[in-house]
């Protein structure tokens, strides 16, 4: 079993409606983050939660939102999916900021 | 300037083959540095991190020169399966990891 899990793998969707991505990890890792990447541009952050009581913006959070359900979990919004939100989403983990992130299998998120 | 730059690519090499790739980094405090290997819309996986003396693991070497701030990994006798894009990942030490965007490698037979 993988140790970062995501779901829904793919996702077609239509503008305006409320999506959720999930993250589940069983690496038990404190530190999780949700990223999206788009060609040319690389991995950009979005959020990232270091315990379940700490949540913080990255670069590119307009439009997102998340919840850190437990340890284990942490999971993305997009309130009103727009089509420039259509990308590849990952989310990763890491025990310290010195150790390598874990990444998810990613999401394809389509949005018409 | 880009935090993290690294040249896009592609480096068309024959099977067999010695490619190197380096990447330069613009924060001289950057503390963590890690070699990931992203094939076509999959997740990246990290390929080995990056220590200040130089670490290898197999075919391939990483290397750290922190005067010059870039990094650098070779791979040696190069693998059609070694095919991929390479993602160079820095951490200046504080809560983010800063990704390149990658250079791609294509072994042909």
């Known amino acids: 079993d993988a140790d970062v899990t995501q779901t829904p793998r793919n996702r077609i969707t239509k503008t305006g409606k409320r999506i959720m991505l999930e993250c589940s990890q069983t690496?038990?890792?404190?530190?999780m983050y949700w990223y999206r990447q788009d060609p040319g541009l690389g991995l950009r952050l979005i959020y990232y939660?270091?315990?379940?009581?700490?949540?913080n913006k990255g670069e590119i959070s307009d439009g997102y939102s998340v919840s850190r359900q437990a340890q284990a979990k942490f999971s993305l919004s997009l309130e009103s999916a727009i089509p420039n939100q259509t990308a590849l989403y990952f989310c990763?983990?890491?025990?310290?900021?010195?150790?390598?992130?874990?990444f998810g299998d990613g999401t394809r998120l389509s949005i018409l | 300037r880009k935090e993290v730059e690294q040249d896009p690519g592609p480096f068309n090499v024959p099977e067999g083959a010695t490619v190197a790739f380096n990447c330069t980094y613009s924060?001289?405090?950057?503390?963590?540095f890690f070699w990931y290997r992203q094939d076509c819309r999959k997740e990246p996986k990290l390929l080995m991190s990056?220590?200040?003396s130089g670490n290898e693991d197999g075919r391939f070497t990483a290397q750290l020169n922190r005067a010059s701030q870039y990094i650098s990994l070779l791979i040696r006798d190069s693998k059609l399966s070694d095919s991929a894009t390479y993602l160079c990942?820095?951490?200046?030490?504080?809560?983010?990891?800063?990704f390149g965007t990658g250079t791609r490698l294509k072994v042909l037979a």
């Open positions: 690496k038990g890792h404190d530190r």
């Open positions: 939660s270091f315990d379940v009581k700490d949540i």
């Open positions: 990942v820095v951490s200046p030490g504080t809560y983010k990891y800063i």
């Open positions: 924060n001289s405090a950057s503390q963590s």
């Open positions: 990763a983990t890491s025990d310290r900021i010195d150790q390598p992130q874990h």
């Open positions: 990056v220590y200040s």
